[in-house]
Every structure is written in C-alpha cells, then in structure tokens.
C-alpha cells in the first residue's frame, strides 16, 4: 500500500510540478527506454513461457470445468514465479515515469492510474493468497500480451508507421475475456482450492479493467458519428 500510494502521489504532484518544467527531451530518454522495452520483452516472455512449462509439469487445466487445478499451500510451484510478477509490476510503473517527465499528459488517462496501481495491489494480494494452481494463466496471458505490447513500445520509438497498433488492444481484451472465462468456470465448478473469495474478487477485477478497455477502444479507433447540427452546417 505504501508503494501504490506512492505511486499515486508522484502521478498528482508529478502533472503539479511540470507543468512548470520543460519536458524532458527524448534523447534524454532514449538510452532508458531502450533498456527498459529490451528488458520487459525477454522478462515478460520469460515468465509467461515459465509459467506454461510448470503448468504442462503440474498437468494444469487451462478452464477446469469437472475438475480443479491442484494448490499446494505446502510446496505451491508457482510461488517463486508468481513473486517475480508481482515485482515486475513496480518495474511497469516506469511507462508513467516516462509519461510525467515528457509532459505527455494525454497517456495519463484514468484507465493507465488504475490499471497500474490497482495491478500491483491486486497482485500483492494474491502473493499471500492465491499463489499456486490456477493463477498460472494469468501469467501465461498477462506475460505473453506484455512481450507484444513493450516489442511494439521498442519499434515505436524507431517508427511512427505501425500497422498493428489497435491490433493490441484487441489482444489485450481477448487476454481479459480469457481470465473472465476462467475465473468463471472455477465459480460454477464450485472450485474450493483456490480461494473462492479471490477468484469472485479477481472476476469483478477482470471486468472493470476489460470496460475500460474497451471504452478505450472504442474512443480511439470506432468511428465517430458526426454531429447533425455540424452536418446541416456543412451542407
């Protein structure tokens, strides 16, 4: 709690304090953001790969329907992975670093505050309670999205002309509708071994993020209707 508040706080007093600075230029950035996307790629692609291996070891469902993914509160195989998710989310807070440096305000919506704060929180949380068995998928499909996502945050930084751009979000609400689906399932399946109260918590969690998403998609590449006043005027 007191990393997500500060985050919160360099977020407000960050969009304060620059807007009486000058930007921070891209050639200062440049040699970070290089490193950073480098290092986000191979880590994301990493875990989600580690997660999918110790799945396939564990004989893991991906959406257990008649049955339930093993949890061993004991010796649980993904907790060591799990930990490092959950520590590469305070390494994600660096997009809004960038972000408040360059004065480029316009990212800084409501849905990026949210959905890297509430993550973290969020994955903290399961750190302590729902660290094996089912969460495998999350990492698997969070990490597999990430490794897309900071490859295109790489060739963006070489390259306006990406064709694929709205392609991603699409990815990203697929990736959501799949965690929707399992968390799903575990409920009908009336799965006790993972935390019932996280997997109804993780469930609402999901849907916030996907509408939001979606609106966010829906702003940026729907098109738009034009007003009839402004159509009259035209004509």
């Known amino acids: 709690m007191t990393i997500a508040g500060a985050y919160l706080l360099f977020v407000f007093f960050g969009l304060t304090i620059m807007q009486f600075l000058p930007a921070v230029s891209d050639r200062v950035f440049y040699p970070l953001k290089f490193c950073y996307n480098i290092t986000q790629m191979f880590l994301c692609a990493y875990m989600a790969v580690e997660a999918g291996v110790l799945a396939y070891r564990n004989n893991y469902t991906l959406f257990p329907y008649g049955k339930t993914n093993p949890f061993d509160a004991a010796n649980p195989p993904l907790a060591k992975l799990l930990w490092l998710f959950y520590i590469s ?3 994600d807070f660096f997009d809004t670093f960038s972000i408040v440096m360059q004065k480029r305000f316009k990212q800084l919506s409501f849905l990026h505050v949210y959905h890297h704060s509430s993550i973290f929180c969020f994955y903290w949380l399961n750190l302590r309670r729902g660290y094996d068995g089912d969460i495998f998928l999350t990492i698997v499909l969070n990490g ?3 490794t897309v996502m900071y490859t295109y945050y790489f060739l963006s930084m070489h390259t306006k002309d990406i064709w694929w751009k709205k392609y991603l979000t699409v990815m990203q609400m697929i990736q959501f509708c799949g965690m929707v689906t399992q968390a799903t399932m575990m409920m009908v399946n009336d799965d006790a071994t993972f935390p019932p109260r996280m997997t109804q918590l993780y ?9 939001l998403f979606m609106n966010f998609f829906a702003q940026s590449y729907m098109p738009k209707k034009k007003n009839t006043s402004d159509a009259k005027k035209t004509a």
Do not use: T
């Open 89 to 91: 989310k305070m390494l």
């Open 144 to 146: 597999a999205i990430h």
């Open 203 to 211: 469930c609402v969690y999901v849907i916030s993020i996907l509408a």
